[in-house]
């Protein structure tokens, strides 16, 4: 399959569960219109995916967290929240 979607979002903003699915909602930040103003964030896309999906998709995610620590990309802190 050639036909490919590049999405981009600056951060998820809203996860709700109906039934089977999930549905996240991404968002980007929109370039302030008058100076000083901070960027908004804007949702931009949903992604609907089965529960199945997405738990799947957490145990990659805690891979590459794991990962990520390990090469000393990301810093785990003592409370146990990574940055």
């Known amino acids: 399959m050639s036909d490919k979607n590049v999405v981009f979002a600056d951060r998820l903003i809203n996860i709700a569960v109906t039934g089977p699915l999930v549905r ?28 199945e999906g997405l738990l799947a998709s957490m145990g990659m995610i805690e891979g590459l967290v794991k990962q990520l620590v390990k090469d000393g990309v990301l810093q785990q802190k003592t409370n146990g929240t990574v940055n």
């Open 24 to 51: 996240l909602q991404w968002g980007t930040l929109e370039v302030p219109q008058t100076e000083g103003e901070k960027p908004q964030l804007q949702a931009s896309q949903t992604l609907v995916m089965p529960l």
